[in-house]
């Protein structure tokens, strides 16, 4: 019986047969850059950047604007940026450029752009996009470049979360995509300030304090619209009288100036580079043509008592 068991078992295996060998693990997947986008986001001066934080540098000041356009209070916003020759980079959110109602915020876009202004993204709705799921941050960050490109006619290199509410998971998205991130140094809580003199006080205050910086406000906001001017006239007077003392300017300028890769500076183009060059050499013009500030003639001191 046992030499039959042994025989049948011969049998059952046939000579040629091999133990299957597990087969290798694949590596895990890896999600697929967004190729669509890529295109969408290709700009070789702003994108691909260290995220700006505003404090990159000294001397030197850059005015964002955030959830334009607006056509109530926009277009003040730029005529007092275009009456000082301010550079500027004005935030969009998406949503005022779509169908029949966003006509003219349409209309605002392609002024800021003829204008020489930089028009990059603030997201679709203006959500806080911390802790959102992948399908919030494809309707928000991804639907919203591809519309503002379109409007555009370029590439948008920048994003600015709403209320700088980010995460991990947000910076990835945009790092995937060539977006940089641009936060701020100077934050003027425009949106909930009610005294427009006093806010006026506060942000060239506050610009004098850290020597320049990203200046974050908000150009939807009627009192924004009606001091804007004003605080760009103290930043000029400012610098005027820095020049009679023989002391530097906070020269206003292009977000360009704060871009950083790894650190390390990266180059200003040429074009913005000669913009700023222009407004050093006729600021000294603009301050002999301001108005001189009043004097106060002083009172006659009281005549002496005559002597008795």
Not at 59 to 80: H, K, L, Q, R
Not at 170 to 183: I, Q, S, Y
Not at 211 to 238: C, F, R, S, W, Y
């Amino acid at each position: 019986m046992r030499a039959l068991w042994l025989c049948l078992m011969v049998v059952a295996v046939p000579a040629h047969a091999e133990t299957k060998k597990p087969e290798p693990k694949k590596p895990a997947e890896q999600p697929k850059k967004p190729d669509e986008l890529v295109a969408l986001t290709d700009d070789p001066l702003l994108a691909k950047a260290d995220r700006v934080d505003g404090d990159e540098l000294k001397g030197m000041v850059a005015f964002t604007f955030d959830d334009g356009p607006n056509p109530e209070t926009t277009p003040d916003v730029i005529d007092a940026l275009q009456k000082y020759d301010i550079p500027a980079t004005f935030f969009i959110v998406t949503r005022r450029l779509l169908g029949k109602s966003g006509e003219k915020s349409r209309e605002l876009l392609a002024r800021q752009i003829a204008a020489g202004f930089l028009v990059e993204d603030h997201s679709m709705t203006h959500p806080r996009l911390k802790g959102v799921t992948a399908k919030t941050l494809a309707s928000e960050i991804d639907a919203s470049i591809k519309v503002l490109a379109k409007e555009a006619g370029r590439p948008i290199g920048m994003f600015r979360p709403p209320y700088g509410a980010f995460d991990g998971v947000g910076r990835a998205w945009l790092r995937k995509r060539g977006l940089t991130e641009v936060l701020w140094s100077v934050d003027t809580l425009d949106w909930k300030a009610r005294d427009a003199e006093r806010l006026r006080k506060k942000v060239m205050k506050m610009i004098l304090a850290q020597d320049g910086g990203v200046v974050l406000m908000h150009d939807v906001k009627p009192i924004t619209a009606k001091i804007v001017g004003q605080v760009l006239d103290d930043l000029e007077a400012e610098n005027c009288t820095r020049l009679a003392a023989n002391k530097d300017p906070i020269w206003p300028v292009s977000i360009h100036y704060f871009l950083r890769d790894k650190k390390k500076p990266r180059a200003v183009p040429a074009d913005v580079q000669k913009r700023t060059d222009a407004y050093k050499a006729a600021l000294p013009g603009r301050c002999a043509a301001r108005p001189k500030p009043a004097t106060t003639t002083p009172a006659p001191a009281p005549a002496a008592p005559a002597s008795k």
